[in-house]
Protein backbone atom coordinates (compact mmCIF):
# COMPACT_ATOMS: atom_id res chain seq x y z
CA UNK A 1 0.00 0.00 0.00
CA UNK A 2 1.29 3.55 -0.81
CA UNK A 3 -0.04 6.47 0.47
CA UNK A 4 1.22 9.98 1.02
CA UNK A 5 1.38 10.38 4.86
CA UNK A 6 3.85 11.94 7.36
CA UNK A 7 6.36 9.93 9.15
CA UNK A 8 5.04 10.64 12.33
CA UNK A 9 1.91 9.26 11.52
CA UNK A 10 3.76 5.84 9.81
CA UNK A 11 5.64 5.82 12.85
CA UNK A 12 3.22 5.86 15.50
CA UNK A 13 1.17 3.13 13.26
CA UNK A 14 3.34 -0.07 13.06
CA UNK A 15 0.42 -2.06 12.39
CA UNK A 16 0.27 -0.13 8.52
CA UNK A 17 2.01 -2.49 5.95
CA UNK A 18 3.07 0.04 3.71
CA UNK A 19 6.00 -0.60 1.50
CA UNK A 20 6.37 2.70 0.23
CA UNK A 21 6.23 6.02 1.80
CA UNK A 22 5.57 9.36 -1.10
CA UNK A 23 6.89 12.97 0.81
CA UNK A 24 5.38 15.24 -1.86
CA UNK A 25 6.04 19.31 -1.43
CA UNK A 26 6.81 17.85 2.55
CA UNK A 27 9.23 19.69 4.67
CA UNK A 28 11.28 16.89 7.06
CA UNK A 29 13.09 17.34 9.83
CA UNK A 30 16.87 16.79 9.59
CA UNK A 31 17.67 13.71 11.32
CA UNK A 32 14.33 12.32 10.90
CA UNK A 33 13.98 8.15 10.97
CA UNK A 34 10.81 6.07 10.19
CA UNK A 35 10.74 3.03 12.51
CA UNK A 36 7.46 1.22 10.54
CA UNK A 37 9.32 -1.69 9.29
CA UNK A 38 7.13 -2.12 6.93
CA UNK A 39 8.32 0.99 4.75
CA UNK A 40 10.93 -0.11 2.11
CA UNK A 41 10.78 3.05 0.09
CA UNK A 42 10.39 6.51 0.29
CA UNK A 43 9.75 8.60 -2.28
CA UNK A 44 10.77 12.41 -1.59
CA UNK A 45 8.97 14.70 -4.42
CA UNK A 46 9.93 18.66 -4.27
CA UNK A 47 9.96 21.39 -6.98
CA UNK A 48 13.02 23.75 -7.96
CA UNK A 49 11.27 26.73 -7.31
CA UNK A 50 9.75 25.36 -3.86
CA UNK A 51 11.61 26.95 -1.18
CA UNK A 52 10.91 24.18 0.98
CA UNK A 53 12.52 21.81 -1.04
CA UNK A 54 16.07 22.37 0.16
CA UNK A 55 15.46 22.28 3.81
CA UNK A 56 12.59 19.76 3.33
CA UNK A 57 14.34 16.69 1.60
CA UNK A 58 17.64 17.65 -0.43
CA UNK A 59 19.33 17.75 2.69
CA UNK A 60 17.63 14.81 4.46
CA UNK A 61 18.20 11.56 3.24
CA UNK A 62 17.14 8.66 5.92
CA UNK A 63 20.96 7.52 5.99
CA UNK A 64 20.75 6.90 9.58
CA UNK A 65 17.37 4.86 10.14
CA UNK A 66 17.00 2.08 12.01
CA UNK A 67 16.02 -0.14 9.17
CA UNK A 68 17.88 0.57 5.57
CA UNK A 69 15.51 2.30 2.96
CA UNK A 70 15.48 2.64 -0.75
CA UNK A 71 15.38 6.64 -0.94
CA UNK A 72 14.26 8.61 -3.87
CA UNK A 73 14.73 12.03 -4.62
CA UNK A 74 12.58 13.96 -7.46
CA UNK A 75 13.15 18.22 -8.10
CA UNK A 76 10.54 18.85 -10.44
CA UNK A 77 12.24 21.60 -12.60
CA UNK A 78 10.18 24.50 -12.67
CA UNK A 79 7.79 23.90 -10.26
CA UNK A 80 7.28 25.85 -7.01
CA UNK A 81 5.64 24.85 -3.31
CA UNK A 82 2.08 25.74 -4.02
CA UNK A 83 1.97 23.72 -7.92
CA UNK A 84 1.81 20.02 -6.48
CA UNK A 85 -1.88 19.90 -6.80
CA UNK A 86 -4.47 21.59 -8.88
CA UNK A 87 -8.77 22.33 -8.48
CA UNK A 88 -10.00 19.84 -11.75
CA UNK A 89 -13.44 21.92 -11.62
CA UNK A 90 -10.84 24.70 -13.28
CA UNK A 91 -11.40 25.09 -16.67
CA UNK A 92 -8.07 26.70 -17.07
CA UNK A 93 -5.37 24.85 -14.68
CA UNK A 94 -1.99 25.47 -14.13
CA UNK A 95 -0.31 23.24 -16.30
CA UNK A 96 2.65 22.87 -14.76
CA UNK A 97 0.40 21.65 -11.58
CA UNK A 98 -1.19 19.48 -13.51
CA UNK A 99 1.85 17.87 -14.43
CA UNK A 100 3.38 17.64 -11.11
CA UNK A 101 0.33 16.46 -9.51
CA UNK A 102 0.19 13.00 -12.29
CA UNK A 103 4.28 13.03 -12.06
CA UNK A 104 3.38 12.21 -7.75
CA UNK A 105 0.10 10.22 -8.60
CA UNK A 106 2.79 7.69 -10.88
CA UNK A 107 4.96 7.71 -8.34
CA UNK A 108 2.45 6.61 -5.68
CA UNK A 109 1.05 3.72 -8.08
CA UNK A 110 4.81 2.66 -9.37
CA UNK A 111 6.39 2.87 -5.53
CA UNK A 112 5.40 -0.40 -4.70
CA UNK A 113 6.75 -1.89 -7.60
CA UNK A 114 10.32 -2.02 -7.54
CA UNK A 115 10.84 -3.34 -11.18
CA UNK A 116 8.35 -1.03 -12.52
CA UNK A 117 9.47 1.85 -11.38
CA UNK A 118 12.91 0.98 -12.13
CA UNK A 119 12.12 0.52 -15.71
CA UNK A 120 10.03 3.90 -15.50
CA UNK A 121 13.30 5.43 -14.40
CA UNK A 122 15.33 3.77 -16.64
CA UNK A 123 12.97 4.66 -20.05
CA UNK A 124 12.74 8.42 -18.62
CA UNK A 125 16.55 8.98 -18.34
CA UNK A 126 16.74 7.17 -21.86
CA UNK A 127 14.09 9.88 -23.54
CA UNK A 128 15.96 12.33 -21.62
CA UNK A 129 12.91 13.81 -18.96
CA UNK A 130 14.84 12.70 -15.94
CA UNK A 131 18.34 13.14 -15.13
CA UNK A 132 20.31 11.91 -12.12
CA UNK A 133 23.27 13.36 -10.00
CA UNK A 134 25.11 10.85 -8.82
CA UNK A 135 26.87 13.45 -6.41
CA UNK A 136 23.90 14.79 -4.55
CA UNK A 137 21.37 11.54 -5.12
CA UNK A 138 18.72 13.71 -6.62
CA UNK A 139 16.59 12.82 -10.00
CA UNK A 140 15.57 16.01 -12.17
CA UNK A 141 12.36 15.78 -13.54
CA UNK A 142 11.63 17.72 -16.81
CA UNK A 143 7.81 16.98 -16.53
CA UNK A 144 6.92 18.51 -20.17
CA UNK A 145 8.75 15.33 -21.99
CA UNK A 146 7.66 12.72 -18.98
CA UNK A 147 5.69 9.88 -20.77
CA UNK A 148 3.17 7.40 -19.15
CA UNK A 149 2.98 4.31 -21.22
CA UNK A 150 4.13 0.87 -19.89
Do not use: C
Not at 18 to 46: C, D, F, H, Q
Not at 79 to 93: E, L, R, W
Not at 94 to 122: C, H, Y
Request: no cysteine.
Amino acid sequence: MTRPYYPQAVNANPGWDMKTLVLTATPIGYNRKITNTNVENVIMIGGSNDWLAEQGFINQGFENNPTPLNVYKFVLNGIGHTQFSYDPSNQNPDLKAVQASRFSAEMAVRGNDTVLLQNFLTNQMKIGSISYDSSTKLYFVDLSKVQYGN
